[in-house]
């Protein structure tokens, strides 16, 4: 009976996701508040890990993580986890993008609110015994534009809110498309444009380097007089010492942040600046919503763990629970081809064409190019896996292409990988047999049809009589077994390829003697 995936809750979150990871089948330890130390003592035994804010992923933890195949996140943002050095060491990263978007859209429409009406401050002067109905005039935020910088899934419901307000929105977001501005009932502008109309502006944009301070001390400058600013997104987004002279000065009317670029905010030029309000990071703070993005979390990193299933992570193509079965013979005749490609090219490989051909070719293309990838990149590093092979490839500068192509030739689906090589282009090309069961069909344009499985050899010779007896006798005087053999020739007399697959693994002695047989052009040892 195979083990059960262990995972490690290191963060506080509902009890239901660990009875969720235990009805999947997987084993579970919940040990919140551990210190970076006690979590890289114990992280190793761990295939799943599952955290909140809390817990720092930092590359010191994922040495630890030896066994480590998947970190989930309860939530959106994912600044507590090194994703780069996740990436590098084949972890997959994952987050729960939706499951706290009303939550969090709620809490920006309510510090709309607290601004336009100025409620934090009436509130506390009135209970501090005072009457100071004349000192607060609001504004109605009904027929006023709401600028959306980001409009992606939290932009949207904030939009939505907003328009129920009765407010105008218009919303700067390079990745919004025309059709889907006219969805969300959104006008689509430039930033410049924005900030020129906006007589409010809300922040729901990760944290990029093209975002970070997108609201800079030049931006903040261009913006209506008497301006109101949200940010209920990620701290960073904002220069906070610009938007506190603002504030002093009266250009800006009013902010409210729920975020900080540094966090616990235990100091900010913002505090005390008139028209300012603030709450500690409480967007997601909702019972509703941390039941879902923990539930979520135990789900997906469960999926994952158990049958492969690949949902909203950061560093790999997503692979629904319905996709995983059809797409696991694919892969794993990508993974094998590929792997061929890598142990017999020569040189740099600059550029890799996969080419996913009639029934192949209404595949999610993604998770076969990384698959492809991940067997391909095994002659850099035998660590490398489907998340970190493109990532390896790019920082070789391979040059990655993918193409579909719906026409049936002679076999129903086909998978091709091309190499460009110092010796010119070179072309491996598999298939499936019975919809599961992979299969060699051409290597450099030679038709031969074999399994690629465990130990190999593969030899270039002279198609002429008295090879195959040559080649057989040495192995049975060697005493080796001979698995599988397959034979593949361009034309009569031409060159001819032979594979073999061995009960053994391939000694360097061996390798030698057949090199030596008379009509051998190239031999070279395999491994799957």
């Known amino acids: 009976m195979s083990r059960k995936p262990k995972v490690l809750i290191s963060d506080k979150m509902s009890p239901e996701a660990a009875k969720i990871f235990e009805e999947r089948g997987c084993d579970v330890d919940v040990k919140p508040g551990l210190s ?9 035994e761990y295939e799943g890990l599952a955290i909140r804010s809390s817990t720092k992923v930092t590359p010191e933890i994922l040495d630890a993580a030896t066994n480590l195949k998947v970190i989930g996140r309860a939530g959106i943002g994912v600044d507590n986890v090194d994703i780069p050095a996740a990436s590098e060491r084949g972890v997959v990263v ?8 009303i939550t969090t859209a709620e809490h920006a429409i309510a510090m709309l609110l607290a601004l336009a009406r100025q409620i934090p401050q009436a509130n506390a002067r009135t209970q501090n015994g005072e009457w ?31 328009q129920g307000l009765r407010m105008k929105v218009i919303a700067y977001d390079p990745f919004l498309t025309e059709e889907r501005s006219v969805d969300i009932g959104v006008e689509k502008v430039e930033l410049d444009d924005l900030l020129k109309r906006a007589d409010c502006i809300t922040l729901h944009t990760p944290l990029t380097d093209e975002t970070r301070n997108i609201l800079s001390r030049e931006n903040l400058a261009k913006t209506k007089k008497g301006v109101r600013i ?52 409480l967007g997601a703070s909702t019972r509703e919503a941390q039941e879902n993005v923990a539930l979520q979390v135990a789900e997906q990193l469960s999926d994952f763990l158990l049958t492969g299933a690949v949902t909203n992570a950061l560093n790999m193509p997503s692979l629904t629970a319905e996709e995983a079965p059809r797409l696991k013979p694919y892969m794993q005749l990508a993974e094998s081809i590929g792997s061929l490609v890598g142990q017999l090219a020569h040189g740099n490989l600059p550029k890799i064409a996969i080419e996913l051909e009639g029934d192949a070719a209404e595949l999610n293309p ?33 040059e990655v292409r993918e193409i579909r192509n719906s026409r049936e030739g002679t076999y129903q689906t086909l998978i091709r990988v091309t190499v460009d090589t110092d010796a010119g282009k070179r072309s491996v090309a598999g298939t499936l047999f019975g919809r599961d069961a992979p299969r060699l069909v051409e290597i450099f344009g030679i038709g031969i049809e074999a399994e ?77």
């Open 132 to 162: 100071p109905k004349s000192d607060f005039m609001g504004v109605e935020l009904t027929g006023k534009t709401l600028g959306l910088i980001g409009a992606g899934n939290i932009g949207s419901i904030v939009a939505s809110r907003a």
């Open 230 to 281: 949200v940010n209920c997104a990620r701290g960073g987004l904002i220069d906070e010492a610009a938007l506190a002279e603002v504030l002093d000065s009266g250009h800006v009317a009013g902010a409210a942040l729920d975020v900080f670029e540094t966090e616990p905010a235990k100091e900010s030029p913002l505090f005390g600046k008139p028209g300012f309000i603030c709450t500690p990071h």
């Open 366 to 398: 993604k998770p076969v190019t990384a698959a492809v990838l991940a067997g391909l990149m095994r002659r850099y590093s035998q660590s490398v896996n489907m998340v970190n092979a493109p990532y390896l490839a790019k920082d070789r500068g391979m």
């Open 94 to 101: 994952m987050n729960t993008p939706f499951g706290n978007s």
């Open 452 to 528: 690629l499985e465990g130990h190999m050899i593969y030899v270039v010779n002279d198609d002429a009589p008295g090879f195959i007896g040559r080649i057989g006798s040495l192995l049975g005087n060697r005493g080796i077994n001979i698995g599988t053999f397959n034979l593949g020739r361009r034309q009569a007399g031409d060159e001819a390829v032979l594979l073999l697959s061995l009960d053994q693994p391939v000694e360097t002695a061996l390798m030698e003697e057949v090199e030596a047989l008379e009509g051998v052009r190239t031999v070279r040892a395999l491994s799957f």
């Open 36 to 44: 970076p130390d006690e979590l890289k003592a114990i992280i190793g």
